[in-house]
Each structure stands twice: as C-alpha cells, then as structure tokens.
C-alpha cells in the first residue's frame, strides 16, 4: 500500500482531506508537483526544493516530478524519501536513464516536454521552485488547464508576466513554509475525492 | 515508501531482483503492466485479471494499468488491492472521471490512446488477457518496444498473428500461474535497476 | 492551395466528394493514410505501396504517412510526388533525421510510436500494406477509434484476428486497385467536410 | 505539389533558401508557426495575424497553427490562404470541430496542449502575437528546445520575463514587418534542407 497509517501520518500535520480519504478506506492520497530546473537550479533552489518535498511527505501526499536526477526535481524527490513518502517521476525519455534515484514509480513517457503536460493533469496543486524555460511551460500549462500553482521565492518579472495573463489563478509564496500553507488551505477545499 | 516491508513480502513469493532492491535500500519496485478489455472483457478475463492483480501484488510489484474502472484494468487493481499491492492507472482523460477505484496513482494524461504508448514504456514487463483493439494497440507496442508480453489464454487466431510478426518476443501462457513463473523468470533476467 | 486544379485532377479519377469541395471553394482535400513496415518492407510491398500513393494523389488526396525514408512510407510518398500529390509525415522524432524525400510537410512529434494515435486520426481512411509491429499498433488503433481501415493484400492470420476483434469496421483489398475502389466508396458517404 | 511556382512566388519576396530548394527540386518548404491566443485576441492581435500570415505564404512557407478558428490562429490562417499560402493546423482534439476554416491540412492530436509541444518541433520559425497561458507555454518550449522565437508588440513584462530565462535566444520585432525582415535573416542561416 501507498502510505503507512501508523500514528506518525496521523498526526497534526496531516489534513482532513487525508483523514476523508481514510476513512473512505481508500489509498488515494493528493498528488502534488514539484517543477523547476534541472541542472541549472541554484543552490538556495535545491535547499527549498529539499525542504518542500519533506513537508510534501509529511503531509501525507504523494510527490511528482519530472523525475530527472538533476536539481530541484531530484531535490523534491531526495526530500520525500528522507520522511518515507512516495515518489511519481514523469520522465521525457523512454526510459529511466537520468531517472532521480528518489523516484518510486517512473512513468516513462517517451514524449520530450510534451510530457511536461502530463505532470500538470496529474498534479492536484503545484508549486514552482526556480524558473526556466521548461518549468516555465508547466506554470503556463497549470494556468490554462486551471490547476492551482504557487510560486515560490520568485522573482518579480516572472509573477509579473504570468499575473497579467491569468490573475487570479497564482498563489505567491515568499518560503516553503507559507507555500505549505497556501497548498494546505487549496487541498481543504478541492472536492473530497483527491486526484479524482 | 511503496512497500512495506513486512515478513510477508519478504517470504518465497518475493523474487531475487527485489531482495536485491532492498540490500540496495531503493524503494524501486518492479512495474508490471496489465492490460485487457474494459467494459467488453468477459467473467473470465475479470476472474483471471483479478488473481492476476493478486499474485502481482504478493511479488512485491507495482501494478500498472489503463486505469479505468471496467474490465480487466479494473479487476486487476482490485486483486492488487486485496493483496496490499500498489495500483498506477494511467488514464487516457484529463481528469480521473470514470477512473477504478482501486488506482493509487492516477496519471492523468488527456492523450486519449496515445497513452498506451506510455503504458507499455513504463511497464517493465507486461501480461495481457483478453483482447480488443486497445489492447491489441498495447501488444503490439510491446513488440515495437521490446518489452516482454505474456499472453494469457489467448485465441489461437491472436496469438499467431503478433508471432508472425515478431516470433521470438511472445511468452504465451494457459493461466495465471504460468504467466507469473514465466514472469518471475524473466525478472529475473533483467538489469537489477528495476524500473531503470 | 494545395492541388493545382488543371484538368487532370478535374477528371473522371476525382470523386464526388472533392467536386463539392471546389464548389464550396475550400481548399482541404481529404487525407488518407497509408501505414506499412519500414525497413523490412517487402519489394512487393515497396510496388504496391507506390502504386498506391499515386493512386491516392490522382484522386486529389492529401497522403498521411510515418514520414519515415524506409519501405512502404517511402515508396507510397515517392508514388504520391510522381503524381503531383501533397505528402504529409507524423515523425516520431523531433527532427526531420531519416525522414522520407518524399515529404512535403513534416510534422515532427517528439513522441516515439504515441504518434501512431495522430497518424490515425489526422487520417479519413486508412489503407494498410504489410504488417509489423508498428503497422499493428496503428490498424488496432483505427478499430478502436472507428476510422476506416482498409487491409491490402494482408495475410489470413492477420485479417482473421484482427476480424475477430472488431468484425464490421475492417475492409479487404485484394491489391491496390480494388483498395482505392472500397476508398472512394467510403469517401462518399464521409460528411461533406472532408476532414472535418 | 504545395505551391504553385508562378511569378509572384518567386519575385523578390522569395529568399535565397527557397530559391534552392527549387534548384534541387524539392517541395519542402519552411514552416513557419504562429502562435497566439484564440477568443481572447484583441483585434489588433487579429489584424497583425492577419498581415503576418499574408506575408508568410508570400514568401513561400508553410504557415502552421493551433488550428482552431478563433483569434490569431484563425486570422494568420486566413491572411496566409488569401495570399494563396498553404495552412497546417495542429488540432489539440481528435477530430476538426472548431477548426479555422483555413486549414488545409488538420493533424488531429487528441491530446490536449501537449501538442504544444508538436507545434513547436514541427516550426522552424516562430511567431509570438499577443498572450496568454497557453501561447507562454509554446514560447517556453520555443526556449527550451532551442526553435527561434520572434515576438511581436509584447509586453515589457513579458519580454524582461521570458528574456530572463534564456537571454539569447528571443527576437524582439516592434510590429508584423520587422519579425519578417527578422524571420527572412534567420532563415537564411538555416541549414538548406529547410524543414530537415
């Protein structure tokens, strides 16, 4: 089974939806993205990208990623595993190599960024860490496919541009901690079905 | 992480290529896919995908399958379900309406049956009972692949026609359990990086 | 426009249905597909399939193939130019590497064999020369989704499990002339929207 | 063949790179894509559309676009068909409803925005007209696999946003015959097997 239900996963961090899900007997728990850069991250990027996929794990839900061993997708992941959550790579080849060794269920797509779609549809709520072109494809493509984004620590330019093409659809974050938040409040109120 | 890693899964039914995953402490399970009819599968093919499903999950392996809540994706969730195993679905819709229950992961990919590209390159190996076009779209990309496809009770009329197009890559088996050993078996002759 | 309008494609060759096109004074012909082996195509199959393709250029037809420079994608496109037609290739790569002379309008996809799915239904009607995996995924998916198939010259093997399968949707050609007659028959009763 | 080669296509609108492939005989011409928003288009949006798609099928390239008969997609079609250009429309659904009428030749994906992706592979040159998620996902992906980006009247925001991410990489033309003076020097450094 996915998630353990020992009493570390029911604790205060976990939120009423999970507890829903529980209850309804059911394994399925929010998947939520992590984007942002590969090999170019910066390492305050890598160091938030750590953090948020512990809190992810916390939290009781399942990571995804674009599953490439390289910067903040490989961070989330490392992050996730050192507080036993579970892992969906989304990878552009058609096969793991570059694969993240924190990946727990690579999906292999075969399909360059055109996977990069793919990652939006499947993530309930995603937070972007860092910016570059790719990343910069799955903030555009949460925004027209309506799947809640929340920015973290970026610049000014980048909130700027995307705010003027969808305004009310993005969520700022100034840290990990508050992106926490913002995915904690959007989770509440998304329908008690989770991914579904 | 993905499994527990309880006496049960770690008894005879849990081949080699896992016990060395977890001497390598990596949470990577073996992905293997089922795919068959939705609503047009027959009793049978439901009855053989739900031990299917079972036997997959007692391996210690990840089930993947088309995702939808018909037919043998649907069963075959349900018996890895009832074995404690974990379900992947990769959907052809953008969203996870009429999607099985039994799916942990659900991997929305809006692509309709392009999506069944993704099924067969991110399965490392793969069985299929019953047969309709979707299906037989799913083994012949196996073919193409190279991924191993076991096919399970299968028409003589379908089985010589995928032979003759690529004789040496078909297992054939009469039931369940002889898809598993022949499973087993050729798990054991992958590379020990699993899913990589 | 894509077709010059001389008397040639004016002739007793073009059919009904592209006559009420020029007279509704659009542009877009109807596109067939033609799908076969690549490198392992047969010379019988490499004939048949130019043939074919100036066959479907005299009708005043757009060709759809795998775009690829090997056997009857190739040879039908190659048939297609000789007749003045327009050649279109879904590549499965995201370049034009290895792709067929013959091609007017490459699209390149990036996504390996999941292009099969537009190969089939970018198509109005789909003919089929040879067989091979690739070839298989693409005739199962025109079962699945509806799109007239048309098999040329296939073997019983092949034509009776795929018969099995979907009985109704798949036509039987003998060679290429008795193909573009079942063709022209389904192309009159298709919508007078031609690829709409 | 794709376009008729009377006078007017190869006056001084025609550039060197097409000059050569006519020499050697090939009906491949450059594809050119334009991307922009559909219902959201202002109508100066649509009038350059317009202009830029005349100027595209005078200088002998193959316009390609989303496809879907709104906003600059429909209008860059219809500016190109009125210059007797050729219209390729990369369709995000499975069939052509909702299709500009422009279109010649529809490829119907069925998979939602990943056909970004297909857009911008299959596009040697890219045209930016106005903004929004969508069309930021297609200018991201421009970035990322390195296809030459033009942008037309965008916003500073927009321009300092996407310049941040891949500062090279992206053209700035302050209206519709700049991006072509722009397009025509870009292309002349293409390689001369144009679309390979």
Known sequence: MIKAEG???????RPALNRRMLERNTMSALIAGVMGPGKTATEEEVRSAYELGKRI?????????GGRKYGVMDAAGRGAKASGG?????LPGADTREMSDS?????????LDARNSINV???RILFFIGMNPGTASEL???LKYGRPAIL????ED??????????????????VSSSIEIARRIAGSLDSGSNR
Chains 1, 2, 3, 4 share one sequence.
Do not use: H, N
């Open 86 to 90: 579970t892992v969906v790579g989304i």
């Open 140 to 142: 555009a493509l949460a």
């Open 158 to 175: 980048i909130i700027r541009a995307f705010q003027s093409m969808s305004p009310k659809k993005i969520e700022i974050a100034a840290d």
């Open 7 to 13: 009493p570390a996963t029911l604790g205060r961090d």
């Open 152 to 155: 973290i620590s970026q610049k």
């Open 103 to 111: 990946v727990d269920i690579p999906i292999a797509t075969g399909m």
């Open 121 to 123: 549809l499947s993530s």
């Open 57 to 65: 794990a916390q939290l009781g839900w399942i990571l995804l990623t």
